[in-house]
């Protein structure tokens, strides 16, 4: 290992090298953060100095006999030790190599910043943070050589050793970098988050102030704070505070603190513009580090550069309580009773009914709060009526979960056992986005004035290059879909449908009843369509486990599956049964006939190209135009995206990823239970591989490609679809104003990095 590394040349890896300050700077350097130049005088080169100057076993030996508990003892022994540090000469290769990067820096010179660098330091386990020496403001070769052997010695300051010995870190095991970096004149400084460091929510704040960033990070000044919401993009609050001094650099070592004029104490220190540039630098970091970051930063005229990057480490979602006065918490709007996933966004309150049974719903009234284990089929005509869902069971995709964001009602899913801590008739306030229910009728903030007037946002839809389609479920949703402006229906779940007619596919070709199904089919479809002239609507046959057939009239016939997620469903179960599957067609054909020119049919659960192959010819033998009919896949199963060129091979005219199974296949997580809600991971790099591989295929083959399930409605996910070439996604009728956003900014982010490219 080298004694200095130029953050270039940096890896994760090299941490043991860099420490965590300069890993995290050269890991930001590769991911194409403006961060000022800098190089590292690696560990090993701290190392090489304690063997070649021979004082090795002398420091280690002090330290070793050190009482940490003895105040007197630790201050002594530190400062011996540190003496000891500054005493020896640096030897000649690594003041020479130390020299000859300061020169690389610049002509004359530069100011640079000579910062400590643990190598255990912002580990999550162990941070050092701030434990060792940081000497800003450093000019010429004598004073850097000198600051170096200075950080290296703070490594035996007293706190620092009084803390490592009480983590149980063995001195001889920790080693420390120096980070020489470029200093920065800041004409403005400060730090952000880039995720609320409390809620998590995605709000970035920005504190700002005047000078270098060390009035910030110190405490000695109130800095202006500004929010910026990540799903709107703009500056939601801000509150410019009096600003009192600022600290600049002085002379050749140091900084001082200076009064600011009057103008200064008030002015804004940022712009909206500002603001927005930063947090999309934040928004870069955290998504790489996949968790939100405490971001140092400074603007230099037009240049604004990032300093450094941590994880936050206090975003902690409350516990759930367990019950009684000992469990129950403060909540932002009162006593939360019980904690879930917030699935369907929205605040209301209302008097619980426990519905155990779908023979309770009867007792359910309008405004009502469903408190249930799980929804099911059957309860869909109490859930219209209700103000609020709540639920025992489920994650983001289960059925509570889906019906209730398309009636539109908030929901709470996988509280675990609400229905055991809510008691009927008790008054509740359920906060569907932020998974919460109080006790009592609490009164929600008014919502936050939208930041563009809905008049002004209808009288300029924002225009993609990515279609941006909406999902139905309920055909009574339909005109609230498309009253989104959405480019069509990515997705008509039929099943939905099918569920709420009471009776099973099944009991109706028993009973001689087929021509009843098919009109129903037929004019709940057709809901649909009419809703969205001449804009794509994707039917999905049926995909219904067996389970959720069983409650309804010919349900004692479906066979009982071990596990029905894994089962019978889908279009593996169409294609065993004829005549469920010729029903559903003849309601598809009677519909082209009738002109409906822009339904295309997609098929669920396929796993295989065969399937398609068969299905098609099942229709094509039942009288469909099938070359001319739109006919594509749900890539919901690895297999299916693993083997998505001989789908297209196979004749598919689109693929649509159907992520709320994709997720739970490609993981082994079961979508609907709530214990391992945490690790359904719609992120995952194995995902996001089967993802990303399957739409290179789709875009060199020209097949469209889309996105259907619940990660279609998160604007990071469809960032990164975006980015990765979808054609078009579709999101639930809630999300789809925040989804086109999110696609509008990536695709201008993108022509805009295209544009300077090419300047
Ligand atoms: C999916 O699996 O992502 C999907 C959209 O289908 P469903 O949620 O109906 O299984
Ligand atoms: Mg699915």
């Not at 703009?234 to 002085?250: N, Q, S, W």
């Not at 796993?607 to 299905?615: G, L, R, S």
Request: hydrophobic share 45%; aromatic share 6%; proline share 5%.
């Amino acid at each position: 290992m080298p004694n200095v590394l130029w953050l270039e040349e940096i890896k994760k890896e090299d941490i043991i090298s860099v420490g965590g300050k300069g890993a995290s700077l050269g890991e930001m350097t590769a991911i194409g953060l403006p961060v000022p130049k800098a190089f590292v005088v690696t560990a090993q080169a701290f190392r090489r100095f304690l063997i070649e100057t021979g004082i090795e076993e002398e420091l280690f030996r002090r330290l070793e006999r050190l009482d940490v508990d003895d105040n007197g003892a630790l201050e002594s022994v530190s400062r011996e030790v540190q003496d000891i540090v500054l005493a020896a000469e640096m030897p000649d290769q690594i003041r020479q190599e130390i020299v000859e990067a300061y020169a690389r820096m610049g002509a004359d010179g530069t100011v640079v910043a000579v910062r400590s660098s643990a190598t255990a330091e912002d580990l999550p386990d162990a941070s050092f943070a701030g434990q060792q020496e940081t000497f800003l403001n450093i000019l010429g070769e004598t004073d850097l050589l000198d600051a170096v052997q200075r950080c290296w010695a703070s490594l035996y300051g007293a706190r620092a050793i009084y803390y490592r010995a009480k983590q149980g870190f063995d001195d001889r095991s920790v080693n420390i970098a120096v980070v020489v970096q470029e200093l920065i004149g800041s004409e403005k400084s400060g730090v952000m988050f880039t995720s609320h460091p409390v809620t998590g929510e995605p709000l970035t704040i920005v504190e700002g102030s005047w000078g270098l960033g060390e009035a910030v990070v110190s405490g000695s000044v109130s800095p202006d704070n500004y929010v910026f919401d990540l799903r709107s993009g703009r500056v939601v609050d801000r509150l410019i505070a009096e600003k009192e001094i600022m600290i600049i650099p002085e002379g050749r070592h140091g900084t001082k603190t200076v009064n600011l004029s009057a103008k200064q104490r008030t002015a804004p220190v940022l712009s909206d513009a500002e603001v927005a540039r930063l947090a999309t630098l934040g928004k870069i970091a955290e998504d790489h580090y996949d968790i939100p970051q405490d971001v140092e930063w400074a603007i230099v005229g037009d240049d604004v550069f990032i300093l450094q990057s941590r994880p936050i480490t206090t975003i902690k979602r409350p516990e759930i309580p367990h019950g009684g006065a000992a469990g129950q918490q403060k909540g932002v709007l009162g006593v939360v009773l019980v904690e879930g996933q917030g699935a369907s966004p929205g605040v209301a309150s209302g008097r619980v009914v426990i519905v155990r049974d779908v023979k309770d719903t009867s007792a359910v009234k309008d405004g009502d709060i469903l408190v249930t284990k799980m929804t099911n089929p059957d309860m869909v005509p109490a859930m219209r009526r209700v103000s609020a869902i709540v639920t025992d069971e489920g994650g983001m995709t289960c059925h509570a979960a889906i019906v209730s964001r398309e009636l539109g009602t908030p929901a709470v899913v996988g509280t675990k056992k609400a229905t055991k801590l809510l008691k009927d008739g008790q008054i509740v306030t359920v906060d569907g986005e932020k998974g919460l229910i109080y006790d009592g009728a609490v009164q929600a903030p008014a919502p936050a004035a939208p930041a563009v007037a809905p008049a002004a946002a209808a009288a300029a839809p924002v225009i993609t290059g990515t279609l941006v389609k909406v999902n139905v479920s309920l055909p009574e949703a339909a005109q609230r879909a498309a009253a989104t402006g959405a480019d069509g229906v990515g997705l008509l779940r039929i099943e939905h449908l099918i569920l709420g007619l009471a009776k099973t596919p099944g009991w109706y070709i028993e009973n001689g009843e087929e021509e009843t199904f098919i009109a129903e089919l037929y004019g709940g479809i057709k809901t649909v369509l009419d809703a969205f002239p001449g804009k794509p609507v994707w039917v999905r046959t049926l995909d219904a486990p067996t389970d959720e057939f069983r409650n309804m009239e010919g349900g004692e016939n479906e066979p009982i599956e071990h596990n029905p997620m894994l089962g019978w469903r889908g279009i593996r179960r169409d294609l065993r049964s004829p005549d469920q599957f010729r029903l559903q067609v003849e309601a598809f054909k009677r519909l082209w006939a009738a002109g409906y020119n822009n339904l295309g049919l997609m098929f669920p659960m396929v796993n295989h190209p065969n399937e398609f192959v068969k299905a098609r010819a099942m229709m094509k033998e039942w009288g469909v135009d099938v070359e001319n009919a739109t006919l594509g896949v749900m890539i919901e199963i690895p297999s299916s995206a693993i083997l998505i060129e001989d789908f297209i091979r196979a004749g598919i005219r689109f693929a649509s990823f159907g992520t709320n199974d994709l997720i739970q296949y490609t993981l082994a997580i079961d979508r609907n239970n709530e214990h391992v809600a945490d690790m359904y991971q719609p992120k995952h790099p194995a995902v996001l591989r089967l993802i990303d591989y399957a739409i290179g295929v789709c875009r060199e083959n020209g097949v469209e490609c889309s996105i259907c399930g619940q990660a279609g409605s998160d604007p990071d996910m469809v960032t990164w679809l975006v980015e990765h070439g979808i054609s078009s996604v579709s999101a639930n009728i809630d999300a789809v104003p925040r989804i086109r956003e999110a696609v509008a900014r990536k695709e201008q982010q993108i022509l805009l990095d295209a544009a300077r490219r090419n300047a």
